[in-house]
């Protein structure tokens, strides 16, 4: 018999209750959503149940003050935290989200140690690096969604840029979650047409691709600017399902994500945002490039700005 998956989402706030919407418009599974604010997503999820029957998806949503509903969860997405306002830097969010994160990390050890964990909480690649040590859950099933939004928002500039479909915009980004994030032009393309041979035939000139490269980067903070009040959520969101479904799939999925990296690239025992293959075991696989000097440089500028971070998180 068929079983339905079950989806844990803990923190129900913005990017928590898109990731609820999202999992049920795909059919997922039943999805728990935890948060402490009581009601909020008792409430949200029974909003959710009411969609379902216009929308004609079967889902339960149960909003959760306790993480035992969490039990036997096959997938957990980790939103719990405060977002940044206009100003803050994502590592500004450090000491408070840590706090929370090891509270989340507890309750996933003790009711769903089988899942697959994705974090989003920033900053993203401290956070992820905690949730693992702290849940000891197996590095592989531990990742950090940062990657296929950068890349995504990247995607989008080139897409609307050079006007063709966003669905033949394929991009990659490495490196941490953060101003340091890697671009990686030369792995960027259009209908497998890259973007260095598409500045030669003149679509798009250098100036313009690295402002598009720039605006990625920046990407984030330039929401964070509109909205005064948070920061982006339905790409983020969309991003973390892209993973969560290519787990409960198998999809074998080729993604860059904050992964646990054991001598891939150079680094050692930190998470670090690399090309990844998703499918029934987690991580299956960390796809490693052959960078050219100048990518190698802009990478380690970035591991070394995870480095510092995860070396300031409170212990
Ligand atoms: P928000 O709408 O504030 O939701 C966060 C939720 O967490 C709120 O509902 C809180 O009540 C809840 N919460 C606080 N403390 C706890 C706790 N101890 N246990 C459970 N829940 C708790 O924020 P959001 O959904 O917009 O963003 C969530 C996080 O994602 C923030 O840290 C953002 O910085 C981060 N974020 C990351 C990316 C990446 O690309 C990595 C993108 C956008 C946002």
């Known amino acids: 018999h ?10 129900a706030g913005q990017i928590g209750a ?95 140690p089988d899942a697959f964990v994705v974090c989003i909480t920033n900053p993203l690649d401290a956070m992820v690096q905690l949730l693992q040590e702290v849940s000891g859950l197996p590095p592989n099933k531990v990742v950090g969604m940062a990657g296929v939004l950068d890349a995504s928002r990247f995607r989008y500039f080139l897409a609307e840029k050079l006007n063709v479909s966003v669905e033949d915009v394929h991009c990659l980004v490495m490196g ?68 969560a479904e290519a787990y409960l799939k198998d999809k074998k999925r ?6 646990y990296l054991t001598g891939e690239y150079g680094v050692n025992g930190f998470y670090c945002g690399v090309p990844v293959i998703i499918g029934k075991g987690g991580v299956e696989k960390v796809v490693e490039l052959q960078l050219t000097s100048e990518e190698s440089a802009m990478f380690k500028k970035s591991v070394d700005a995870v480095k510092e971070l995860v070396a300031a998180t409170p212990k």
Request: charged share 20%; glycine share 12%.
């Open 254 to 259: 080729l993604l860059p994500c904050a992964a």
């Open 18 to 112: 898109t990731l609820a919407l999202l999992s049920g418009m795909k059919e997922l599974g039943d999805v728990v959503m935890y948060d402490i604010v009581e009601g909020m997503p008792q409430g949200k999820g029974l909003d959710l149940c009411q969609l379902s029957p216009v929308e004609g998806f079967d889902a339960t949503f149960k909003g959760t003050q306790s993480y035992a509903d969490m039990k036997d969860a096959d997938v957990v997405i980790v939103t719990a935290g405060v977002p940044r306002k206009p100003g803050m830097s994502r590592d500004d969010l450090l000491a408070i989200n840590a706090k929370i994160v090891r509270q989340v990390a507890d309750g996933i050890k003790t009711y769903c």
């Open 176 to 243: 941490g979650h953060g101003d340091t994030m890697v671009p990686l032009v030369r792995y960027s393309n259009v209908g497998g047409i890259t973007l260095p041979d598409l500045v030669k035939m003149k679509w798009l000139t250098q100036d313009e691709l690295n402002k598009m490269v720039d605006r990625t980067r920046f990407g984030g903070g330039e929401i964070v600017g509109l909205l005064k009040t948070g920061s982006a959520f339905y790409a983020p969101a969309a991003s973390a399902i892209s993973m």
């Open 2 to 11: 068929v079983k339905r998956h079950k989806i844990a989402l803990v923190g």
